[in-house]
């Protein structure tokens, strides 16, 4: 299943009412790893391509948005810990996810030092002089790898991680 860019993303919720957030190009400013930070985890191109699917690579480290639905993560609800598909570093604990059906997986924070953000400003918004707050989204990498978790957006009143199954391995703590 291809991933959608996020500018897709934001267009179908917006016009369904989903997300409370303007239908704007989201696609990641500086793909993953491509940025002037030092990560402690580098690999090359060819090392991620055989790690990730084309599916995981395209939103890991290109910054693309997975089908609403398509990751088994999405409405996933046992308690454990969710990790960063590209290095294994913790990034949520299901205590702090959010199920909504809207298709991703909602956390209302991140582990403690496990993500970096950065301003995503795309396309025409670029250029922009005079931006409204919501023309600018917060991309949350993961702070060991540079992969790309999600964003911070406003969803039902709240500043919430709306991130991308894809990107995230989950490990079932036991009772």
Same mark, same amino acid.
């Given at each position: 299943?291809?991933?959608?860019?996020?500018?897709? *993303?934001?267009?179908?919720?917006?016009?369904?009412?989903?997300?409370?957030?303007?239908?704007?190009?989201?696609?990641?400013?500086?793909?993953?790893?491509?940025?002037? =930070?030092?990560? +402690?985890i580098n690999r090359s191109e060819a090392e991620w391509r055989?790690?990730?699917?084309?599916?995981?690579?395209?939103?890991?480290?290109?910054?693309?948005?997975?089908?609403?639905?398509?990751?088994?993560?999405?409405?996933?609800?046992?308690?454990?810990?969710?990790?960063?598909?590209?290095?294994?570093?913790?990034?949520?604990?299901?205590?702090?996810?959010?199920?909504?059906?809207?298709?991703?997986? =909602?956390?209302?924070?991140? +582990?403690p030092n496990s993500q970096l953000m950065s301003q995503d400003?795309q396309g025409e918004m670029a250029e922009a002089v005079d *931006?409204?707050? =919501?023309?600018?989204?917060?991309?949350?990498?993961?702070?060991?790898?540079?992969?790309?978790?999600?964003?911070?957006?406003?969803?039902?009143?709240?500043? *919430?991680?709306?991130?991308?199954?894809?990107? *995230?391995? =989950?490990?079932?703590?036991?009772?």
């Open positions: 299943m291809k991933p959608i860019t996020r500018r897709g *993303l934001l267009k179908s919720s917006a016009t369904a009412g989903g997300l409370s957030i303007l239908a704007i190009d989201a696609n990641a400013d500086v793909p993953a790893g491509r940025d002037p =930070f030092d990560y +402690e055989a790690l990730l699917s084309d599916g995981d690579y395209s939103i890991l480290r290109e910054g693309s948005t997975e089908i609403p639905k398509s990751s088994p993560l999405w409405n996933e609800t046992r308690e454990g810990q969710y990790n960063c598909k590209g290095c294994d570093l913790p990034q949520y604990s299901s205590a702090t996810k959010v199920v909504l059906d809207k298709g991703w997986l =909602f956390f209302t924070a991140s +582990e400003i *931006l409204d707050p =919501f023309d600018v989204l917060i991309e949350a990498h993961c702070r060991r790898c540079g992969s790309h978790i999600g964003h911070i957006l406003p969803v039902i009143g709240k500043a *919430l991680h709306c991130v991308n199954g894809a990107s *995230l391995n =989950f490990e079932e703590i036991s009772t």
